[in-house]
């Protein structure tokens, strides 16, 4: 396995859904239903290099794209798993090979655990912050999913807002 350093500060993006921009940081949404390296009731934040990436990974399979906030991330983290050049069987685990399977199928339809969430499951006991990966959504794009719970006080993943745009509770939505 590939380890490397981001930052300090390396810049990354995400769409956020607008109901729930107050909580840029947080990985309760992965969670409450899962993401490619997170089961059920793991937080992981997901965030791109670039915007047309995070664009392409928010839209999903829509035809039209839903409302959203565009948002910068400045973001500092040891100890990452690289994966961004794709599966090399020189670098990774033969295991590694599955990254890309269908997640939503294996989990959702066929009622069992996705390859990508048990790889998710050994980075996380083994204490790595984030994994770059490939996206599936955005030719030559690259993720980033931040391990929420591994993150300790050397580490930074701060949403860009000096200006205080996004809102601050959920009573703008009221």
């Known amino acids: 396995m590939k380890t490397v350093a981001l930052g300090p ?8 859904t607008p109901r729930w921009a107050y909580l840029p940081t ?4 992965a969670a ?6 997170n089961r059920p009731g793991v937080e992981a934040l997901y965030l791109s290099v670039a915007p047309q990436t995070a664009l392409d ?13 565009l948002a910068a991330y400045q973001v ?16 990774w685990a033969t295991a590694w090979s599955d990254w890309d399977c269908a997640w939503r199928r294996i989990a959702r339809l066929d009622g069992k655990t996705p390859p990508s969430w048990l790889l998710a499951d050994n980075l996380v006991t ?18 980033l999913v931040v391990f929420l719970a591994n993150l300790d006080a050397g580490d930074r993943v701060e ?5 205080h ?8 939505w009221h």
């Open 9 to 16: 500060d390396a810049i990354f993006h995400r769409y956020l």
């Open 165 to 172: 745009r996004l809102p601050r509770n959920p009573a703008s």
């Open 76 to 91: 500092t983290l040891s100890n990452v798993a690289d994966l961004s050049a794709g599966y090399d069987p020189t670098v």
């Open 57 to 69: 990974e928010y839209r999903q399979d829509a035809s039209i794209t839903p409302p959203a906030t």
């Open 32 to 37: 409450s239903q899962g993401g490619r390296f």
């Open 126 to 143: 083994a204490g790595v912050k984030g994994l770059l990966f490939p996206s599936l959504r955005h030719a030559g794009g690259v993720n």
């Open 159 to 163: 949403v860009h807002d000096p200006d």
């Open 26 to 29: 947080s990985g309760a949404g």
